[in-house]
């Protein structure tokens, strides 16, 4: 990576760094979940690994104060970007009363919560786009200066949702960020039995809205893409399809196992392109982290990792009746 | 106080619900310009604009969708399914995403969207025009089914479901949209979601019924009364969650119970009220609980001979309503 190209893109030092941060944090709560899995202390882990740089790198080029987020379950680092803790994930992982995404009603990784405007999402895939167009569509009504944001994995590209949902904003030029986040598997199925076209973004193009891929290591592409398309939502110019292109480095879940249909030295050279490394260096080379820097950033993350996890192991579980809620209004 | 036909009765809810908030739109497939395939929406393009009144893609799916996200956000959708047979694509959406958001999100989110569709037959539309749906929504907890047999209910219900903040699937039947009129109120009056209604009261059988069938019953007691028979009516108007107070209620009354749905029998809404009554009545029944329903065959078919048998009808009540006042 060229030196200083978050300068040019408009991102402070302090911003690039705090870029970093997010991904490591990402990485290192995730790490946790799965060694937490492996002790027998958490039921289920869906990870974000090898695609944090796409997804904080996004959430940096939006509104963090302003604009919905309509995330799938992978999206650990956008969600962190847009105010969720480390403290709130591990409650959720640990399916206790106080996880505000769901209060321990649903799978880890099913992110939703109001006060940072993150969607609830479901486990059937794809169905948070049209509720992205949905919140595009209110914004236009209501003449507000938002965009929202929805991502999903490739695979889903294929599900109707996907295209009645894009067709709809293209039809009515709504300010929807569309990011697919290819990490080229389906649980087990390759991109190649999953998608016809060359790239899932040449879908865009019979929605009327432009279709770009990028590399998704590269959390400041990442972020000059997604940039540009808010400028295009926010001139009423209309929705934006991007396309990430990075590696899942973990199973599907922690209830899978990718060896049945991958090799692990196709794991082991994309793990070679890990952005958390190559992006530490792209920050040390432009002299804003020093080694210094690095060690108190990982000090810290530990702290605040090891701190959520006993907080949220700790925490109560529900009430059992409590399961009686909330069906309708109360 | 004015006539209205049923479908004038929905319109003016519509039109009276979008002039009191501005945050109530109307979206789905020709309900813009032309004002719905039925005419529901007729009118209300000019008055309130394109984008409180949307013609969307054909697309049922985004229909559903890009409504319940505007509903997140806090606008009141009123999403039309032109048929209620044309739901089906949209039913992900409806139960995974709607029924369940604010349960999955403890409280945090919740989706306050109205969908109406036309139902039902007796109008030559065949399979794909014909069909009642409720009972595929019927066991998902967090939506409530409102099904209005008349005018004066069609508008206080839809009202009420347009300011509900849960999700409600509004089912309206399109051979009642012009062939029922009645006096409805100028006034803006709700009705309660959740409550089933007497429409006539009697002492020697119950009629425990909904939809276009309350009128049939009500027909066909008219008729008996002539020979003595004295039939009591319960329109259940919400058939998901049910008002089971009222049903035992009814069940009581006169201890002989006929269910009826044009839906097909196994699997219906009637089942699950045969059920309340079964648990709860059991000493006050003199008569085995009787059902008459649609035929267990997919749909409705189009030749006119095969449609009439299929539908409910006057003359298929009255004999079952005389049956059970003999047994």
């Given amino acids: 990576m060229a030196k200083n190209r978050h300068q040019s893109l408009g991102l402070t030092d302090e911003q690039a760094v705090d870029i970093y941060k997010h991904m490591l944090l990402a990485r290192k709560i995730d790490e946790r979940m799965w060694l937490l899995n492996r002790a027998g202390k958490i039921p289920f882990v869906i990870s974000c690994q090898g695609q944090e740089a796409s997804q904080v790198g996004a959430s940096f080029a939006l509104d963090r104060n302003e604009d919905y987020v309509a995330p799938y379950y992978r999206d650990m680092g956008v969600v962190l970007a847009f105010g969720m803790t480390a403290k709130e994930l591990m409650l959720s992982a640990f399916a206790k009363a106080e996880d505000p995404n769901s209060g321990g009603r649903q799978m880890p990784s099913h992110f939703g919560q109001k006060k940072n405007r993150i969607l609830s999402q479901s486990s059937p895939v794809t169905t948070q786009l049209p509720h992205a167009v949905g919140v595009a569509l209110a914004a236009r009504m209501e003449k507000k200066n938002f965009a929202s944001f929805v991502t999903l994995g490739e695979g889903s590209s294929n599900q109707g949702d996907f295209h009645e949902g894009l067709n709809f904003a293209g039809v009515h030029k709504l300010p929807v960020i569309t990011m697919v986040e290819n990490n080229k598997y389906a649980i087990s199925v390759p991109l190649e039995k999953q998608v016809a076209s060359s790239n899932v973004s040449d879908r865009a193009q019979s929605y009327g809205m432009p279709g770009v891929t990028v590399d998704g290591n590269d959390p400041l592409a990442v972020y000059e893409e997604v940039k540009h398309a808010r400028e295009r939502a926010m001139n009423g110019e209309g929705p934006t399809l991007i396309e990430a292109l990075s590696y899942r480095f973990t199973a599907h879940s922690s209830d899978d196992d990718d060896r049945q249909y991958r090799e692990s030295a196709e794991v082991e050279d994309a793990k070679k392109k890990d952005a958390i490394i190559s992006y530490a260096a792209y920050l040390q080379e432009s002299g804003i982290l020093t080694d210094d820097m690095e060690e108190e950033i990982r000090t810290d993350i530990d702290a605040t990792v090891n701190e959520a996890t006993d907080y949220a192991e700790n925490a109560a579980y529900p009430e059992p009746e409590s399961a009686l809620k909330y069906v309708y209004e109360e | ?327």
């Fill in chain 2, 1 to 327: 106080m004015p006539v209205m036909s049923y479908i004038q009765a929905v319109t003016a809810a519509l039109r009276e619900e979008m002039q009191r908030d501005e945050k109530v739109f109307v979206l789905g497939e020709d309900v813009g310009k032309k004002g719905g395939v039925f005419g529901a929406t007729k009118g209300l393009h000019e008055s309130f604009g394109e984008y409180r009144v949307l013609d969307t893609p054909l697309a049922e799916s985004a229909i559903a969708g890009v409504g319940i996200g505007a509903a997140m956000y806090g606008m009141r959708p009123v999403a039309e399914m032109q048929f209620a047979d044309f739901i089906m694509p949209a039913v992900n959406q409806i139960i995974s995403e709607a029924a369940k958001m604010r349960y999955r999100s403890n409280n945090d989110w919740n989706v306050p969207m109205t969908i109406r569709a036309p139902y039902g037959g007796g109008v030559h539309g065949a399979l794909y025009h014909s069909q009642s749906v409720e009972s595929v929504f019927a066991n998902q907890p967090g939506l409530k089914i409102v099904m209005p047999s008349t005018p004066y209910d069609a508008k206080g219900l839809l009202k009420a479901s347009i300011r509900d903040n849960d999700p409600v699937l509004f089912f309206e039947h399109k051979r009642a949209y012009r062939l029922l009129k009645s006096d409805v109120p100028e006034d803006d009056y709700v009705l309660p979601i959740g409550k089933a209604d007497v429409k006539r009261e009697g002492s020697d059988v119950t009629v425990i019924t909904y939809g276009l069938s309350v009128h049939f019953v009500l027909q066909a007691a008219e008729k008996l009364e002539e020979e003595g028979i004295d039939t009591h009516i319960l329109d259940l108007r919400t058939v998901y969650p049910l008002d089971q107070e009222a049903i035992i209620e009814a069940a009581q009354k006169t201890g002989k119970v006929l269910l009826i749905t044009e839906d097909n029998k196994e699997g219906s809404i009637i089942g699950e009220v045969s059920a309340v009554i079964a648990e709860n009545c059991l000493f006050d029944l003199d008569a085995p609980i009787q059902r008459l329903a649609g035929p267990d065959i997919p749909a409705m078919p189009f030749s006119p001979t095969m449609e009439k048998y299929f539908m409910m009808n006057p003359d298929k009540v009255e004999h079952a309503i005389r049956e059970l006042a003999e047994f």
